[in-house]
Structures are given as C-alpha cells and as structure tokens.
C-alpha cells in the first residue's frame, strides 16, 4: 500500500504569515491528492482537491500544488480561524490513506 | 440542505456487533460514491472502506484493519448507507463518519466533500 507523510507534524506561526505544509506519497499518485481542514472538536472540512482545486466557498488564501509523489500546501496569509489539523489523503485507489496530520496554530 | 446524519453509535462489549446507519439529504444519493471514516480520539482519520453506486454495480472495498469484520450496504430507496461492525476489539472504538466522494453526477477527481456530523462508537468491557 502506498504511505502518506506529512511535515511538519506540528507549527506555530503569526498573523499574517505564509505557511506550507507538505504531503509526500510512498508511489505516484498522479493528481488525486485532497487536504482537509479538521478544527478543534469539529468535523474534517474539504479544502482542495486534485491537488490544486480549491473547493468551493473555501478562501483563496489557500491553494495547493505538486504530482506525482510531492504535494505542498500553501496558507498565504494565516488567519487566526485557520488554527486547526490538516490531512492530505491520497484517492486515486483503494486504501484511500490519509496523512498523519500537520497542527497549525498561532505563536 | 445538502446534509449526512449518522446513527446507531454506542458501547458495544468486545467481540460485539453493531450496525452504524448514515442518512442523507439535499442531494441524489443514488448516484453517490459513500465512504465511512474514523477517528480515533486525539489520533488523525483513517479510510474504512467504501461503496459504489448501483451503476458500478455496489462494489464495496475495505481497509486492511476492518477486512472481513465490516460490512458497507446501502438503500438507495431510504438515501441511507450503512456500516455493519461485527468481532468489534478495542481498536475500533472511534468517532465513525460518512461521507460522500465525487460530488453531485459522482466526478471522480472530487474528494470527500460532504461529511456527517459522526457518531461515537466505544468498544470496552
């Protein structure tokens, strides 16, 4: 089965900060590469998907890139509402594998 | 509203059976890829498994971990998925989601875009 990583496992940055997080997949995986945004005590919420799509309603401060086995995700501006754990997922097949996660807050 | 409910979380003794029920609105079930996810407290989300619509013919497919223990069915006249659990261990106990992949029409490149709201499942003795 293909392995999802992700890094930093954990981060702290201001206000206003750019941030990227990275996924790497153990295999190609072509495109099919979706991240997640999963605050605090709440439901994981679709941010992008086919690497670079941003869902619809989700702010274009963020956007992703990468194909292939390398994926980054990029937040331009953070915001203190972006405080929360974001997984990338692999789907192009089965086990539909998810990262470990990367927590992001505020310093 | 475009909305998944889960239902049928509880304490269950290991080696128990409980069956998991995802109810779904606002959108055509029918043509819908349906997935179940967990999380374990404090720990990040691992796939369970899926099923497909009745155009691809039901096919369901499962995690390593749940592999011959769960099974995934679906009724498309009620718009309700389900997750049969059955030889439940300690391991299992999580929050169990739903959720949809492909959006409306099922488009493959989508991913998880509509989530339930998840429901608490608790193996112990």
């Known amino acids: 089965d293909i392995q999802m990583t992700q890094s930093p496992s954990s981060l702290s940055a201001s206000v206003g900060d750019r941030v990227t997080i990275t996924c790497r997949a153990s295999?190609?995986?072509?495109?099919?590469l979706a991240w997640y945004q999963q605050k605090p005590g709440k439901v994981p919420h679709l941010l992008i998907y086919a690497a670079s799509t941003l869902q619809s309603g989700v702010p274009s401060r963020f956007s992703g890139s990468g194909s292939g086995t390398d994926f980054t995700l990029t937040i331009s501006s953070l915001q203190p509402e972006d405080v929360a754990t974001y997984y990338c997922?692999?789907?192009?097949?089965?086990?539909?594998?998810f990262g470990p996660g990367t927590k992001v807050d505020i310093k | 509203e475009v909305q998944l409910v889960e239902s049928g979380g509880g304490l269950v003794q290991p080696g128990g059976s409980l069956k998991l029920s995802c109810a779904a609105s606002?959108?055509?079930?029918?043509?819908?890829?349906m997935h179940w996810v967990r999380q374990a407290s404090g720990k990040g989300l691992e796939w369970v498994g899926r099923?497909?619509?009745?155009?691809?013919?039901?096919?369901?497919i499962y995690a390593a971990s749940v592999n011959g223990r769960f099974t995934i069915s679906r009724d498309d006249s009620k718009n309700t998925a389900y997750l049969q659990m059955n030889s439940l261990k300690t391991e299992d106990t999580a929050v169990y989601y739903c959720t949809r992949r492909g959006g409306d029409g099922y488009n493959p490149a989508l991913a998880f875009d509509i989530w339930g709201q998840g429901t608490m499942v608790t193996v112990s003795s």
């Open positions: 606002g959108f055509t079930f029918s043509d819908s890829a």
């Open positions: 997922q692999k789907y192009n097949s089965a086990p539909l594998t």
């Open positions: 295999q190609g995986i072509s495109n099919y």
């Open positions: 099923i497909r619509s009745k155009a691809n013919s039901y096919a369901t």
